[in-house]
């Protein structure tokens, strides 16, 4: 590492052996001011106190590495040209993360967290944010739904699981107070709960996003001993077009009333709407082997 340091090492992609103890990164690493381009797969980052950031990265990749959210945190704000940024994180974090990067276009980030701040991202592009351990924590109390998409008035592509459309993930409003004319393309994915559930949120987020061209929803699961739901309150919605959907994928549905009643929705409400994808689950009978 200290041979990688002293030549300026721009690229750098480190993968350390996964276990119960994590590899401390050497202190050498932390001397590589010169990258621009980094992928850590597990290890702990505990730099010197002497370590202001690399103030040179253009794309940073954390993957299974143990970091504390207050360094995280001083990490990304630290890195001013920072355009691309993927975090996989295992451990739970408790505490908020804001995220400040001026130049970040997309962000996407996998694992347990109690909340995300986007306190400063004006040219974000991208955004995917999954749970994928399924640890809801109770974010309702820290994050409210309308505050944390207001200000992402340059986004493109929305993608969330789990984490933000799940219980205790905040309550989602009949109306929520904000609109973003850039947003293209939703994805909803990893349901793990009611279908009425998936379908109000899906349509108060979509009615917020009036340019939407293309929307899918994933429901990975439906309990059995969940009772479907009797309909979907449509006439919430009465006032609701959306003028420029042209494809709808839904994923996983098993053919309730309500999965029905949003797909004729669409329809009537989609004058652009040019092709639906509707993949039906089928139950069998737990008995027949």
Same mark, same amino acid.
């Given at each position: 590492?200290?041979?990688?340091?002293?030549?300026?090492?721009?690229?750098?992609?480190?993968?350390?052996?996964?276990?119960?103890?994590?590899?401390?990164?050497?202190?050498?690493? +932390? =001397?590589?001011?010169?990258? $621009?381009?980094?992928?850590?797969?597990?290890?702990?980052?505990?730099?010197?106190?002497?370590?202001?950031?690399?103030? $040179?990265?253009?794309?940073?990749?954390?993957?299974?590495?143990?970091?504390?959210?207050?360094?995280?945190? #001083?990490?990304?704000?630290?890195?001013?040209?920072? *355009?691309?940024?993927?975090?996989?994180?295992?451990?739970?974090?408790?505490?908020?993360?804001?995220?400040?990067?001026?130049?970040?276009?997309? +962000?996407? &980030? =996998? %694992?347990?967290?109690?909340?995300?701040?986007?306190?400063?991202?004006?040219?974000? *592009?991208?955004?995917?944010?999954?749970?994928?351990?399924?640890?809801?924590?109770? /974010?309702?109390?820290?994050?409210?739904?309308?505050?944390? &998409?207001?200000?992402?008035?340059?986004?493109?592509?929305?993608?969330? /699981?789990?984490?933000?459309?799940?219980?205790?993930? %905040? *309550?989602?409003?009949?109306?929520?107070?904000?609109?973003?004319?850039? @947003?293209?393309?939703?994805?909803?994915?990893?349901?793990?709960?009611?279908?009425?559930?998936?379908? !109000?949120?899906?349509?108060?987020?979509?009615?917020?996003?009036?340019?939407?061209?293309?929307? *899918?929803?994933?429901? /990975?699961? +439906?309990?059995?001993?969940?009772?479907?739901?009797? #309909?979907?309150?449509?006439?919430?919605?009465?006032?609701?077009?959306?003028?420029?959907?042209?494809?709808?994928?839904?994923?996983? &549905?098993? %053919?309730?009333?309500?999965?029905?009643?949003? @797909?004729?929705?669409?329809?009537?409400?989609?004058?652009?709407?040019? !092709?639906?994808?509707?993949?039906?689950?089928?139950?069998?009978?737990?008995?027949?082997?």
């Amino acid at each position: 590492m200290i041979f990688l340091s002293k030549n300026g090492i721009q690229h750098l992609l480190l993968k350390l052996p996964i276990g119960r103890n994590p590899h401390e990164l050497p202190s050498s690493f +932390f =001397t590589c001011l010169q990258l $621009r381009h980094l992928t850590l797969q597990s290890g702990l980052i505990l730099p010197p106190p002497s370590f202001k950031g690399f103030d $040179r990265l253009i794309s940073l990749e954390l993957r299974d590495v143990t970091i504390s959210s207050k360094l995280l945190e #001083s990490l990304i704000s630290h890195s001013p040209l920072l *355009e691309q940024l993927v975090l996989q994180i295992s451990d739970v974090l408790t505490d908020v993360i804001e995220i400040n990067a001026p130049m970040l276009r997309t +962000f996407d &980030f =996998t %694992g347990r967290i109690s909340c995300i701040c986007l306190k400063s991202v004006p040219l974000l *592009e991208k955004l995917s944010l999954q749970d994928a351990e399924l640890y809801y924590l109770k /974010a309702a109390e820290k994050c409210d739904i309308a505050k944390f &998409f207001e200000p992402l008035s340059t986004l493109e592509h929305l993608h969330l /699981a789990n984490l933000f459309l799940s219980p205790g993930a %905040g *309550e989602i409003p009949p109306s929520i107070p904000f609109v973003l004319h850039s @947003v293209k393309r939703l994805c909803l994915s990893g349901m793990y709960f009611d279908p009425l559930d998936v379908v !109000t949120s899906a349509l108060c987020l979509i009615r917020s996003f009036p340019n939407l061209q293309s929307m *899918e929803i994933q429901v /990975a699961l +439906f309990y059995n001993d969940v009772p479907a739901p009797e #309909s979907l309150q449509v006439e919430r919605f009465s006032n609701v077009t959306f003028y420029r959907l042209r494809e709808v994928k839904l994923e996983g &549905f098993i %053919g309730t009333k309500p999965e029905m009643q949003l @797909v004729e929705l669409l329809l009537a409400k989609s004058p652009a709407l040019s !092709t639906i994808f509707y993949f039906k689950v089928i139950k069998l009978d737990s008995s027949v082997h």
